[in-house]
Nanobody
C-alpha cells in the first residue's frame, strides 16, 4: 500500500518561499510510469494542479505558476519537494501530494493534505 505524507510549515509570510515535502512509503518514486504531483485547493475553490516530477526526474509545471514553482526529489529518502516563491495570500490553500498513474491517467494515491496560510 502506497502512502504519501505532506510536511512543512503551516504559516508562511508574504513574499517568502513556501516549501513542502512529500514522503512516500510503500513504493519508490523512481518506479516507471508514475508521476508525483502537487495539487492545491484554495478556500472555497476547486482543485488546482501545480506540477509534477516524473519517475525519471523530469518536471512539468502549471503555466500560471511556472515562474514561481520548483519541484525536486531526494531518491535516497523517497521524497519530493515543492517550493513556491514570492507567495501572496492568494497562495493560501490545502496542499496535497499525489501519485498519478501515467498509463491510466488517474491519481491513485493521495496524501491527507496540509494547510498552508500566507499571512504576515
Amino acid at each position: 500500500q502506497v502512502q504519501l505524507q505532506e510536511s512543512g510549515p503551516g504559516l508562511v509570510k508574504p513574499s517568502q518561499t513556501l516549501s513542502l515535502t512529500c514522503t512516500v512509503s510503500g513504493g519508490s518514486i523512481t518506479t516507471n510510469a508514475y508521476y508525483w504531483s502537487w495539487i492545491r485547493q484554495p478556500p472555497g475553490k476547486g482543485l488546482e494542479w501545480i506540477g509534477y516530477i516524473t519517475y525519471s526526474g523530469s518536471t512539468y509545471y502549471s503555466p500560471s505558476l511556472k515562474s514561481r514553482t520548483s519541484i525536486s526529489r531526494d531518491t535516497s529518502k523517497n521524497q519530493f519537494t515543492l517550493q513556491l516563491s514570492s507567495v501572496t495570500p492568494e497562495d493560501t490553500a490545502l496542499y496535497y501530494c499525489a501519485r498519478e498513474n501515467s498509463y491510466a491517467g488517474v491519481y491513485d494515491y493521495w496524501g491527507q493534505g496540509t494547510q498552508v496560510t500566507v499571512s504576515s
